[in-house]
């Protein structure tokens, strides 16, 4: 039904807006049964006003105790012609049986893990102990919690799929799977196992379990344990640029690696070409990290000597690798970056993994590309974001919220080509 125009003006009036909101959650936590009472504290004249008109009795204090039942009662004894639950709805507060929906919830749950359980024992994995635990696992952590119970069910269908096949047999040599193969034939598309998905998180929770060790945290480790499991992912897609690289080796792959070196070339290094590089530099070698290719460019142009590699950006699987074997080798890191929030939470990530030290990256550093900036007559580009403390320098925040300037590692252009020292035309 609709409320007649006059009693919806007058139920809609402001002075009875916090006894409608109250009356609402009251509503929803009794399972939309006009029981119980609600209180108003700190009532306004204008509103004990308006609460007198529509009880029907005067409300003198300013603390009113209502009953729903009365206030149902008399809704539907006015002109309004209703109860307290069409009256709420109609003007504009949806009610949700949230009592209802909790029941419902748990009902959905329990079909949840009812259905995993009888999928587990249709599946390879029927019998396996540590099945048991990694469902556990799930359903303790709140993994799937966010999911629709249907998409849910859905995403713990394709998991298990997924593990029985590579978990089937494991007394026989496991026949290789690669991910993406893998994840087309259960999910329909080659990237269904990426690392950002829910269902690799999820199945790698399970590998874990079946191996005995905790769920990886950092990219290694998940290329670790799908490599323990036999499944081979894409090695050939994802780049780190690199400039000057002199390994000490003497495969065709370290020469060609000097050769382009020697010529003042970049070069992009597939994950599948360092695995099968002998990556050792001269113990004597400082590798400059920067974030931007424009680094790597410039660097060539003017045929510097030094040796780069660039994150380009967010520091890639690829990237990390290449970093991680430079530092395991015990060569000099130096890093340099962006000047704005993401720029320095990089760094910080970097400069830890690798033990690296900064390169141009104190709070002196960006204050004095500050200036320069500004008497070029660059404009200003505000920072955006959450502030980041750096590591290295615990002035280097403090300056750069007082300045307010984000400034992108091509602004220091100069200065960092001139640390990189310039080789012979």
Same mark, same amino acid.
């Given at each position: 039904?609709?409320?007649?125009?006059?009693?919806?003006?007058?139920?809609?009036?402001?002075?009875?807006?916090?006894?409608?909101?109250?009356?609402?959650?009251?509503?929803?936590?009794?399972?939309?049964?006009?029981?119980?009472?609600?209180?108003?504290?700190?009532?306004?004249?204008?509103?004990?006003?308006?609460?007198?008109?529509?009880?029907?009795?005067?409300?003198?204090?300013?603390?009113?105790?209502?009953?729903?039942?009365?206030?149902?009662?008399?809704?539907?004894?006015?002109?309004?012609?209703?109860?307290?639950?069409?009256?709420?709805?109609?003007?504009?507060?949806?009610?949700?049986?949230?009592?209802? @929906?909790?029941? +419902?919830?748990?009902? !959905?749950? %329990?079909?949840?893990?009812? $259905?995993?359980?009888? /999928?587990? =024992?249709?599946? &390879?994995?029927?019998?396996?102990?540590?099945?048991?635990?990694?469902?556990?696992?799930?359903?303790?952590?709140?993994?799937?919690?966010?999911?629709?119970?249907?998409?849910?069910?859905?995403?713990?269908?394709?998991?298990?799929?997924?593990?029985?096949?590579?978990?089937?047999?494991?007394?026989?040599?496991?026949?290789?799977?690669?991910?993406?193969?893998?994840?087309?034939?259960?999910?329909?598309?080659?990237?269904?196992?990426?690392?950002?998905?829910?269902?690799?998180?999820?199945?790698?929770?399970?590998?874990?379990? @079946?191996?005995? +060790?905790?769920?990886? !945290?950092? %990219?290694?480790?998940?290329? $670790?344990?799908?490599? /323990?499991? =036999?499944?081979? &992912?894409?090695?050939?897609?994802?780049?780190?640029?690199?400039?000057?690289?002199?390994?000490?080796?003497?495969?065709?792959?370290?020469?060609?690696?000097?050769?382009?070196?020697?010529?003042?070339?970049?070069?992009?290094?597939?994950?599948?070409?360092?695995?099968?590089?002998?990556?050792?530099?001269?113990?004597?070698?400082?590798?400059?990290?920067?974030?931007?290719?424009?680094?790597?460019?410039?660097?060539?142009?003017?045929?510097?000597?030094?040796?780069?590699?660039?994150?380009?950006?967010?520091?890639?699987?690829?990237?990390?690798?290449?970093?991680?074997?430079?530092?395991?080798?015990?060569?000099?890191?130096?890093?340099?970056?962006?000047?704005?929030? &993401?720029?320095?939470?990089?760094?910080?990530?970097?400069?830890?993994?690798?033990?690296?030290?900064?390169?141009?990256?104190?709070?002196?550093?960006?204050?004095?590309?500050?200036?320069?900036?500004?008497?070029?007559?660059?404009?200003?580009?505000?920072?955006?974001?959450?502030?980041?403390?750096?590591?290295?320098?615990?002035?280097?925040?403090?300056?750069?919220?007082?300045?307010?300037?984000?400034?992108?590692?091509?602004?220091?252009?100069?200065?960092?080509?001139?640390?990189?020292?310039?080789?012979?035309?």
């Amino acid at each position: 039904m609709t409320l007649p125009p006059q009693a919806r003006e007058f139920l809609a009036q402001p002075d009875l807006g916090r006894m409608w909101t109250a009356a609402h959650h009251r509503l929803e936590r009794n399972g939309l049964q006009p029981n119980g009472s609600i209180r108003l504290s700190s009532c306004t004249a204008a509103e004990r006003e308006a609460l007198s008109l529509l009880l029907g009795r005067r409300i003198t204090t300013a603390t009113a105790v209502i009953r729903l039942a009365d206030l149902d009662s008399r809704l539907r004894s006015t002109a309004a012609g209703c109860g307290l639950i069409t009256a709420i709805e109609q003007l504009g507060l949806p009610l949700t049986d949230r009592r209802a @929906a909790r029941d +419902t919830g748990r009902q !959905e749950r %329990a079909a949840l893990w009812t $259905a995993a359980e009888a /999928a587990v =024992a249709a599946s &390879p994995l029927a019998g396996q102990d540590w099945v048991d635990g990694w469902l556990d696992d799930l359903r303790r952590t709140g993994a799937l919690g966010r999911l629709a119970p249907q998409d849910a069910v859905g995403l713990l269908q394709q998991a298990i799929r997924v593990l029985g096949l590579l978990r089937s047999d494991r007394d026989e040599e496991a026949v290789p799977h690669g991910r993406g193969e893998l994840a087309t034939r259960v999910t329909g598309t080659a990237h269904g196992l990426d690392d950002d998905t829910a269902l690799s998180r999820i199945v790698l929770r399970g590998l874990a379990r @079946a191996t005995g +060790t905790e769920p990886p !945290e950092h %990219a290694p480790g998940r290329r $670790a344990l799908w490599r /323990a499991a =036999a499944v081979l &992912p894409d090695e050939v897609s994802s780049t780190v640029l690199t400039y000057g690289l002199r390994p000490v080796g003497r495969g065709w792959r370290e020469r060609a690696l000097r050769e382009r070196a020697d010529h003042h070339a970049e070069t992009h290094l597939t994950l599948r070409e360092l695995r099968e590089l002998d990556v050792v530099l001269p113990p004597d070698t400082q590798v400059h990290i920067c974030e931007n290719p424009r680094v790597v460019e410039a660097a060539a142009e003017a045929r510097c000597a030094g040796v780069l590699v660039c994150t380009s950006g967010s520091a890639s699987t690829v990237v990390l690798e290449l970093l991680d074997t430079l530092a395991t080798a015990g060569l000099r890191l130096r890093y340099h970056g962006d000047f704005d929030w &993401p720029g320095i939470a990089l760094a910080n990530r970097v400069i830890r993994r690798c033990a690296a030290l900064p390169w141009r990256m104190t709070a002196e550093d960006y204050e004095q590309l500050a200036v320069h900036a500004r008497d070029q007559g660059s404009p200003g580009l505000p920072l955006v974001g959450t502030p980041v403390e750096a590591s290295w320098d615990t002035d280097l925040a403090a300056a750069m919220t007082a300045l307010n300037v984000a400034l992108h590692e091509e602004s220091a252009l100069d200065r960092l080509i001139a640390d990189l020292a310039p080789g012979p035309a």
